[in-house]
């Protein structure tokens, strides 16, 4: 079992132990620059949410940009009767937990409503999903616009697209 000295949980701690890699063989490509920001478990104010991950910087054209990511070690999910959710086995055992992709962009409309420097200044927020334990077969259920419409802008990445990620990131940070 994980030990840690910092903030947070021991799930919260080993999750970050078993995720955190993976977003890392992501942003070793060249196309995202080493200097890049990042944030990991950044709360969001005077909410008790927090996002997983997010990294920052600009794009070719100086404009400022955020991408937040979900992160969910999930390798099944199926549909779930409730609108933007589907059933896998997550924190509380098997049960109805909102679309990662839906989480990640609620993530990014508050930081767009709340944060001052982010309303004032129009830094483009973007958001997606990484499960990166999820096998590309649960792509019909997780990635259906038809079910899930939002994930035509708030992208959900599974397992064997860690190289779509990479392209999704450098899309909006080109330069720290």
């Excluded at 021991?10 to 132990?17: A, F, K, V």
């Excluded at 508050?110 to 649960?138: R, W």
Aim: proline letters at 4%; aromatic letters at 12%; a negative charge.
């Amino acid at each position: 079992k994980a030990q840690h000295s910092g903030g947070g949980s021991n799930s919260e701690y080993n999750s970050w132990i078993h995720s955190l890699p993976k977003v890392a063989e992501a942003l070793k490509d060249n196309a995202i620059p080493k200097e890049a920001g990042v944030g990991v478990e950044y709360k969001l104010i005077d909410t008790k949410q927090r996002v997983d991950f997010l990294i920052f910087g600009n794009d070719n054209e100086n404009n400022e940009n955020v991408i937040l990511i979900e992160l969910k070690q999930w390798s099944e999910a199926r549909k779930s009767a409730l609108r933007d959710y589907v059933v896998t086995n997550g924190g509380h055992g098997v049960d109805d937990y909102w679309h990662p992709s839906y989480q990640a962009m609620n993530y990014a409309n508050i930081m767009k409503d709340f944060n001052e420097y982010i309303y004032t200044n129009k830094v483009q927020v973007n958001a997606c999903s990484y499960l990166h334990n999820m096998p590309e077969g649960y792509e019909v259920i997780l990635k259906s616009e038809k079910n899930f419409p939002l994930v035509h802008e708030a992208p959900t990445f599974l397992k064997d697209d860690q190289k779509k990620l990479t392209e999704f990131i450098s899309k909006y940070i080109k330069k720290p």
